[in-house]
């Protein structure tokens, strides 16, 4: 719920459509000086194959509207609206249409994370009663937790501590939807480390106070706030225009996408609006931002292409390299990989108030997709599916 995620379903699926002169298939390669868009596999054109995805999400109600990006290996970019921004005199969503992210937050905060590794700044292996200003409480397992298990989820810390207030506003959540995460300051976090006991194995444990640790420590190190930080480390070298914390100072803010109840929370009725949750300073970079497909897709294709920042260029492929193996969600740096019959989806996925957040690149094939829905909806599906249709058609 709230923060929390799911794995997607990347199983291969059956589709319809019927073939088309124009299109490449899977036996027919694309005929030279066809669109770029003529490549999924089935005689489906791309525009076709993405319509079979997100349309039927809009037609179910799973969700009010939904924008799908996608990025091919000659660098074009798609982007396909369904649905509305909003129930109630809602216009149609497109690339620029702006969606609160929540995890895909953590993206960025690693991505920072990283260039400050590269620059000498931090080292992975900074452990935290180091990190930390010297006088914090700190158990002897939280003195040894590392940079990099915060950003790989490995710190043994949980998503959230459960003590009798989250537990009370977690229940609260249910029924109305407010922020659970509204007591999560800088105070309640450190003080957990006081008593925190780690697990004995190692292990992936998803933690988005894991991040917001990650995120003060850049601050502490820094000395600047997370504001200032993805300004200078990820929108300005990126040339994002409607990628930030607070919606209201982005120029997509008046036609952006309104949230709405999907299957959390769970006693509440799906289709009702809900409200933006509002972070603390602390929670802010584990699950904040607001953005664009548009921008997500520049995001996304910074990893799979040299950028002109060359500090970031150099950074961004550290943070898909896995940190801890296992076959499915295997960690890297903010990112999680996914084997997919032999083939690696590496991705993100968010979910807060009412919106649910797709990101998957195929490395090995320089595609992206995003997917971003204005509804709570555990059905991302059509993200990872795009992907393996777009693996399948090259692969042939």
């Known amino acids: 719920m709230g923060l929390g995620t799911r794995d997607p379903q990347i199983m291969r699926y059956t589709h319809s459509c019927e073939p088309k002169a124009a299109a490449g298939t899977l036996t027919q390669p694309v005929a030279a000086g066809a669109q770029t868009t003529d490549i999924i596999a089935g005689g489906c054109d791309l525009k076709t194959e993405v319509d079979s995805l997100a349309q039927p999400l809009v037609d179910g109600k799973r969700t009010p509207g939904i924008v ?10 798609h982007f396909y609206g369904y649905g509305v921004t909003a129930l109630a005199n809602g216009s149609k969503p497109d690339g620029n249409t702006l969606f609160a992210i929540g995890s895909v937050s953590k993206g960025f905060l690693g991505a920072i994370a990283a260039q400050l590794v590269r620059n000498g700044t931090l080292s992975w292996d900074d452990p935290l009663y180091k990190l930390l200003p010297a006088g914090i409480p700190l158990s002897d ?3 040894k937790i590392t940079l990099l298990q915060l950003a790989t989820h490995t710190s043994g810390l949980p998503r959230q501590p459960m003590t009798l207030q989250t537990l009370r506003y977690v229940i609260q959540y249910s029924f109305t939807g407010k922020s659970f995460y509204r ?3 800088r105070a309640f976090l450190i003080n957990y480390l006081a008593d925190f006991n780690a697990p004995h194995a190692v292990k992936v444990r998803y933690s988005s106070m894991g991040y917001a640790l990650l995120g003060y420590v850049l601050e502490l190190r820094t000395g600047k706030k997370v504001d200032a930080l993805l300004q200078e480390y990820m929108v300005n070298p990126l ?3 409607n990628t930030g914390y607070v919606p209201e100072n982005l120029p997509g803010f008046a036609g952006r996408a309104h949230g709405y109840t999907g299957d959390q929370p769970k006693f509440r009725r799906r289709g009702r609006p809900t409200t933006d949750w509002d972070f603390t300073d602390i929670m802010r970079g584990s699950a904040g931002l607001y953005s664009t497909a548009e921008d997500l897709l520049t995001y996304a294709s910074a990893h799979l292409n040299p950028v002109e920042n060359q500090a970031l260029s150099a950074a961004l492929p550290d943070t898909l390299l896995v940190r801890f193996e296992q076959l499915k969600a ?6 999680n990989v996914d084997d997919a019959g032999g083939l690696k989806i590496t991705r993100q996925i968010g979910f807060v108030a009412g919106y649910s957040t797709y990101l998957g690149l195929d490395v090995k094939h320089r595609t992206a997709v995003v997917v971003l829905q204005n509804s709570f909806n555990w059905d991302i599906s059509a993200g990872p599916r795009l992907l393996l249709r777009l693996a399948e ?3 042939k």
């Not at 295997?330 to 990112?335: C, E, G, L, V």
């Open 68 to 77: 799908v990006g996608v990025l091919l290996p000659d660098g074009s970019r």
């Open 330 to 335: 295997a960690p890297a740096i903010a990112w």
């Open 183 to 185: 007591h999560f300051d």
């Open 239 to 241: 040339g994002l225009k």
């Open 141 to 143: 397992d939280a003195k």
């Open 393 to 395: 058609a090259q692969a």
